[in-house]
């Protein structure tokens, strides 16, 4: 089973600290991974993929193969990135579960 | 475009109450998913359909029940409402697999049980 892990439940950092939110994964083969970010008592949104290579909100993921890691990164948080952070494989084509790890809460200070 | 909506928002029920929780999606997605989410918890998993007619359970299937009669919908049962079930529920959806397109989310359910 496709499976990540978060092992940080809440990370505090104040204003202009560089920022590294883990997530591990635990299968083989070329996953999918995607970044979510959840801001209070708002839906659930796409921060950002591994497929695009992209940077929103000044926040960029590498997927590094040799350590089974999709580490989100921002080189100096604002406190409006202060939310949930959630990371998450793309479903399985045989199955469709989706399990998300536990979620990291980002908490920048002023 | 209104990609995945759920209604009710907001819900009190009594112990022992029933009820349905509504989830559509226009994007012609075939997964959908609904989770809870518990205070300072992250998402469970409750229920999953990997299309039309087919679903099957995640990691907290008890005291709930699911139907996908059709693509676009894929309403959430509890059947007899304990206060374990107050949390907020979201329904998401996706396309296949390979597409790296993610999932869309509804912006949630809060039910509270009394």
């Known amino acids: 089973a496709q499976r990540v892990t978060q092992p940080e439940k809440l990370l505090s950092v104040f204003k202009g600290a560089p920022v590294e939110l883990k997530c591990n994964y635990s299968y083989s083969g070329s996953p999918e991974l995607f970044w979510y970010v959840q801001y209070s008592r708002q839906r659930l949104q796409l921060l950002l993929r591994?497929?695009s290579r992209e940077s929103i909100k000044g926040f960029t993921a590498d997927l590094n193969k040799g350590e089974t890691s999709f580490h989100l990164k921002k080189p100096f948080a604002q406190e409006e990135d202060s939310a949930m952070y959630y990371c998450a494989p793309e479903p399985s084509g045989n199955t469709g579960k989706l399990i998300f790890g536990q979620g990291t809460t980002l908490q920048v200070k002023p | 475009n209104a990609g995945v909506t759920q209604t009710p928002k907001f819900r009190i029920l009594k112990i022992g109450q029933s009820m349905t929780l509504q989830c559509t999606q226009d994007?012609?997605?075939?997964?959908m998913y609904w989770y809870r989410q518990d205070p300072g918890m992250g998402l469970k998993l409750i229920y999953y359909s990997v299309g039309a007619g087919i679903t099957d359970k995640g990691e907290v299937p008890n005291g709930y029940n699911v139907s996908r009669s059709t693509t676009e919908d894929f309403p959430l049962r509890l059947e007899l409402a304990a206060p374990s079930q107050t949390s907020v529920y979201f329904c998401?959806?996706?396309?296949?697999?390979?597409?790296?397109?993610?999932?869309?989310f509804g912006s949630g359910t809060r039910l509270t049980v009394v």
């Open positions: 994007m012609n997605h075939n997964y």
């Open positions: 998401a959806s996706s396309y296949h697999s390979g597409t790296g397109n993610g999932y869309t």
């Open positions: 591994h497929i």
